[in-house]
């Protein structure tokens, strides 16, 4: 079975600094991984995806991800947060060719910018 | 744009009353899902639906039952409410497509959420 780290709960940080989110993943078979965003008081919606190719995706609002195979991680990075990225960061996994379709997602990350 | 809509968004329970959490989806997706978002837990799966008369059981499905009669809906029931059950509850749902059968783009409703005294 699959499983997905976030390995920081809380992460707070000045406006206009650099941001990374980690995020390790442990599964058998190959996976598809995404970076889902949690406004306050709202569903979650995808921020960026990685299926196959460049291991380096870039997603909404300025965020991008890194695949690492070897170190079975995709950690989330932007250069310059604002106040408005404030908002808590899902990592998810899903194996690829299971006709299930599930989808399994880490404990959270929760962004606080500060001015 | 509806896109996922979950009702009721509030209800308070009792212990051991029961009660049904609706979804419905206008864009003809075939998978759909329910999660429960606990605080430090992320959201877990409770049981999801890969079509219309189809479910299967996710990682928490004790205490739950779930329908997929229509296409655009899934139930998700309670038949006898606890205080573990208190929780924020998200219906989301999926396109298919791609070589896993689904791209992993969940589209989600706003949540619901229940609180069990």
């Known amino acids: 079975a699959q499983s997905v780290t976030q390995l920081d709960s809380q992460v707070p940080v000045f406006e206009e600094a650099p941001v990374e989110l980690r995020c390790n993943y442990s599964?058998?078979?190959?996976?598809?991984l995404f970076w889902y965003v949690q406004y306050p008081n709202q569903g979650l919606q995808l921020l960026l995806k990685?299926?196959?190719?460049?291991?380096l995706v870039k997603g909404i609002n300025g965020f991008e991800a890194e695949f690492n195979k070897s170190q079975t991680s995709f950690h989330l990075r932007k250069p310059s947060v604002h106040i408005s990225d404030t908002a808590e960061y899902f990592c998810?996994?899903?194996?690829?060719?299971?006709?299930?379709?599930?989808?399994?997602f880490g404990q959270g990350t929760e962004l606080s910018v500060k001015p | 744009n509806a896109g996922v809509t979950q009702t009721p968004k509030f209800r308070v329970l009792k212990t051991g009353q029961s009660m049904t959490l609706l979804c419905a989806q206008d864009m003809n997706h075939e998978y759909m899902y329910w999660y429960r978002q606990d605080p430090g837990m992320g959201l877990r799966l409770i049981h999801y639906s890969v079509g219309e008369g189809t479910t299967a059981k996710g990682e928490v499905p004790d205490g739950y039952n779930v329908s997929r009669l229509k296409k655009q809906n899934f139930l998700l029931g309670l038949e006898s409410a606890a205080p573990s059950q208190t929780s924020v509850y998200f219906c989301?749902?999926?396109?298919?497509?791609?070589?896993?059968?689904?791209?992993?783009?969940?589209?989600f409703g706003e949540g619901s959420r229940l609180t069990v005294l």
């Open positions: 989301a749902s999926s396109p298919t497509e791609g070589l896993a059968g689904v791209t992993g783009e969940l589209f």
């Open positions: 599964s058998s078979v190959s996976v598809y």
């Open positions: 990685y299926l196959s190719g460049s291991t």
């Open positions: 998810a996994v899903i194996r690829i060719y299971n006709q299930g379709g599930k989808l399994i």
